[in-house]
């Protein structure tokens, strides 16, 4: 009597668990708005408002594999006068994990940086900020943590993600903080 049940059931679940599996294994595309700075020992560098776009996708379907994703983007950003280059790119692994419609993600992220740029302060070391200036160079490596992340069928929706990091000209010379403010993606 309970076979015929059973029966019934395994391919209900089957259909109901493959789109959620499938859902997380998706290519996403995803556009950001932030906020940047550099901060050194001495002086910051102008905070910039910067737009992102980026695309991840699974390294494998299997299920070891699947919560590992990989992906790159580009970073713009305002004010442009006070940057080298408004332009940044970009490259994320990211592991994630997902209960319901959380999923949140953590990873390394490396770059290519054109807005490593410091202001310049009215006092009399000049020496010192110039010395500073050369050892801030355009690569960076982050470590990358999006805690309030949710995806939703097609949709995912992030608030808060943080990215801290140096550069790796000279690390530990300038602390690099990027604050996602709001991400929306799409999973093609």
Do not use: C
């Not at 009597?1 to 059973?6: A, G, H, I």
């Not at 940047?36 to 299997?62: D, M």
């Amino acid at each position: 009597m309970r076979l015929p049940f059973l029966r019934a059931l395994l391919p209900a679940a089957m259909l109901l668990a493959t789109p959620a599996l499938a859902q997380s294994a998706n290519h996403q595309l995803s556009l950001g708005v932030g906020s940047l700075n550099y901060t050194s020992f001495r002086r910051p560098s102008s905070g910039f408002t910067v737009l992102e776009a980026a695309y991840h996708r699974p390294v494998g379907q299997e299920t070891p594999w699947r919560s590992l994703r990989i992906g790159g983007g580009l970073r713009t950003g305002l004010p442009a006068a006070a940057s080298n280059l408004p332009l940044e790119g970009f490259v994320q692994v990211q592991l994630t994990a997902k209960v319901g419609v959380w999923e949140v993600a953590v990873g390394p992220e490396l770059g290519l940086s054109g807005f490593g740029k410091l202001i310049d302060l009215p006092l009399p070391a000049d020496e010192l900020f110039e010395m500073e200036d050369a050892r801030l160079g355009p690569a960076y490596a982050a470590f990358h943590a999006a805690p309030l992340r949710f995806h939703f069928n097609w949709l995912s929706v992030s608030a808060l993600e943080l990215s801290l990091g140096t550069s790796l000209s000279s690390p530990g010379t300038a602390l690099r903080i990027h604050l996602g403010l709001l991400r929306l993606g799409v999973s093609l």
